[in-house]
């Protein structure tokens, strides 16, 4: 259930309510000694937080699939490398006439 943080109008009054999105704001203040009407803030809500070894549907392939993918990825870029280009004779240097 989200969590509303709420000010009260007359007192100043700072308080957190847990309710269903589907409930109604709350109006009253809950101090005995005010009940003046409060206003439920914007709050900046909470962030995903991912904890373990990964969250890709890759992490739970088989062993057997993931070695299958890695030769086949191992083949396609052996593959794709261009091989060297033959390397070229050098060229003559000038001959120092005397």
Known sequence: ??????ECQTCGHHFEAKQSM???HLTDCPKEEC?????RL????SG????????YITDYRSDSYKAAAKKDSDSSSAAS???????KPAAPSPAATT
């Open 35 to 39: 009940a003046g009407p409060v206003k």
């Open 22 to 24: 589907k409930d109604p």
């Open 48 to 55: 995903f937080i991912f904890k373990g070894n990964g969250f």
């Open 81 to 87: 490398t261009p091989a060297p280009a033959p390397a």
């Open 1 to 6: 259930m989200p969590t509303y943080d709420y």
């Open 42 to 45: 914007i709050g900046l809500g």
